[in-house]
């Protein structure tokens, strides 16, 4: 139910009450409306702070992460059924 | 030994006032790493889910970290094997841990922990100690800040925990363990004998599948047989551990709550890998160990021990585990003196691995020295001085860039090898 895709994606993002919220992403030349964030949380990547969100978009559940360091988005893992798995 | 009773060998008594009963409680999150996936997954939810610590998800190797409570039903919890785990419950859902998420959850646990004592020992990545001797009337009676803290784990992080509270943390940790999830259980003294007395003596944390054997060797199966042994008996029989088994069946324990900030004795520095199936290749093994090597000197280093006694583990076959240990001469933290050492210990097994292939391998280092204790300068240090400039440049750039940065070029192959070894199948056993 879960694969592993760890790819490079175009992420559009607010910041709400001093927090980021990510609203959409592009991936695989696809348009990603998040619906919801269910899950958040902040770890480290040698000296840059990072954050892993995992967010609804239809009826998968995808984890994407934010390097602060790189200011680069990640899309790390698909759950669910679109995911073909 | 659990380290309850390892607290009680390496940290000074708290001061408490004379007429305060001493009180403390364990929180123990429930089913912690299936119950984050549960709750950040929704579509998980109410479905058997098995976090798993393992480089494949499509293989059978590695072993489940957390189960959650729909796949503890079918006898799958944690510790059990992949492979074991997909002869069970075939139509689970399986997904890798991820420790960063987890350790953020551990995190805002302890925080909210700290509201409630200025004395928190973080026990685990899910566990935690709180003496509520001195902080417990700001909130009520024990009871109260127990059901406090709970309600609060609940609302702020949307997961349970399970909370013992008792006049120590023996008692404590056993009484979080008597219901789950989502537990209180409060034991006054006056309650312990009829509460612990019917209890497996394999209830008492420290207690494993071995000493269960010993003792029901002798006719204990119960934690009220323990308390009727003679305590000569059991110091005859088993020592030290003898002596403080039987004052534990009288939930007797002194071992005080130390701070995290106090830091707990660090024994040993470690890391080990399942290879499913298993190898008998020698030569991979070997290149295997060095991988390990590499992550548990750079732990060392990070935390600013040496180490002077190398140990190997081997597991043939699923059926025998051995471990050789041997001193090094001098301490080090260096990844290629003790990967020398321990290749000697693997290669010495030679015999052993024709017969049974090695299904799990690890290596520690233990006899440990603070590095700014000082260490003696032998002739190896001069000669590792090479050594200790790239692990130097290595630590740099995993500090910079995370630690998958860099890897040495006779791992970068071991990977494939490792997938392309044989996988285990099902039916085998």
Not at chain 2, 277 to 301: F, I, N, P, W
Request: charged content about 25%; glycine content about 8%.
């Amino acid at each position: 139910m879960a694969v592993d895709v760890h790819e490079p994606i175009e992420v559009s993002a607010v910041f709400v009450r001093g927090r980021l919220k990510p609203v959409s992403f592009m991936w695989s030349r696809r348009h990603h409306k998040i619906s919801e964030i269910t899950g958040v949380y902040k770890y480290s990547a040698g000296t840059s702070a990072c954050y892993g969100y995992t967010v609804r978009s239809g009826d998968d559940l995808y984890e994407i992460s934010l390097n602060t360091g790189e200011m680069a988005w990640r899309l790390e893992r698909i759950h669910g059924c679109e995911s073909g798995v | 030994m659990s380290p309850a009773f390892r607290g009680h060998l390496c940290a000074p008594p708290r001061p408490v006032s004379r007429t305060a009963v001493r009180t403390v409680i364990h929180v123990d999150m429930d089913a912690y790493f299936a119950s984050v996936e549960q709750r950040d997954l929704p579509i998980y939810r109410k479905k058997p889910l098995l976090v798993c610590h393992t480089d494949d998800l499509s293989s059978y190797r590695g072993i489940v970290a957390a189960a959650s409570y729909e796949a503890r039903e079918f006898g799958v919890k944690s510790g059990t094997s992949v492979l074991e785990a997909k002869l069970k419950l075939p139509h689970a859902a399986y997904i890798a841990g991820n420790y960063e998420k987890y350790l953020h959850n551990t995190r805002l646990l302890m925080q909210i922990c700290e509201k409630y004592t200025d004395c928190l020992e973080v026990y685990s990545i899910d566990e935690a100690f709180l003496d509520i001797t001195a902080t417990a009337h700001f909130f009520g009676s024990p009871r109260d800040t127990a059901v406090r803290l709970q309600a609060e784990v609940a609302k702020k992080l949307r997961l349970t925990c399970s909370v013992g509270v008792g006049p120590n943390k023996l008692v404590a940790k056993m009484a979080s363990e008597l219901k789950k999830p989502f537990g209180l259980t409060v034991i006054e003294p006056e309650d312990l004998p009829g509460i612990f007395a019917p209890l497996p003596v394999d209830s008492i944390p420290g207690v494993g599948r071995r000493m269960r054997r010993h003792l029901d060797a002798i006719g204990i199966r119960t934690i009220g047989q323990l308390a009727e042994a003679p305590s000569g008996l059991m110091r005859e029989k088993f020592g030290v551990i003898g002596e403080i088994l039987h004052k534990a069946a009288f939930g007797i324990d002194d071992s005080p709550v130390v701070p995290s900030y106090k830091g707990m004795e660090v024994k040993s520095f470690g890391q080990s890998l399942s290879l499913g199936k298993g190898s008998a290749d020698v030569e991979y093994l070997c290149d295997v160990l060095l991988g390990l090597c590499d992550g548990a000197t750079r732990r060392m280093r990070k935390a600013g021990y040496l180490g002077r006694t190398v140990a190997v583990y081997i597991c043939l076959g699923r059926l025998f585990d051995l471990s050789r240990r041997t001193g090094l001469g001098c301490y080090t933290d260096l990844p290629g003196r003790v990967h020398d050492v321990a290749k000697d210990l693997l290669l010495r097994e030679r015999a052993s691995l024709d017969v049974y292939p090695a299904t799990k391998v690890g290596v520690s280092v233990t006899n440990l020295a603070k590095r700014e204790d000082g260490q003696q300068t032998t002739v190896f240090d001069v000669l590792d001085e090479k050594e200790a400039a790239v692990a130097a440049v290595v630590d740099r750039l995993k500090n910079r860039y995370g630690e998958k940065a860099v890897t040495r070029c006779s791992l970068i192959g071991i990977r494939n090898r490792y997938k392309g070894a044989p996988r285990a199948e099902i039916g085998i056993f």
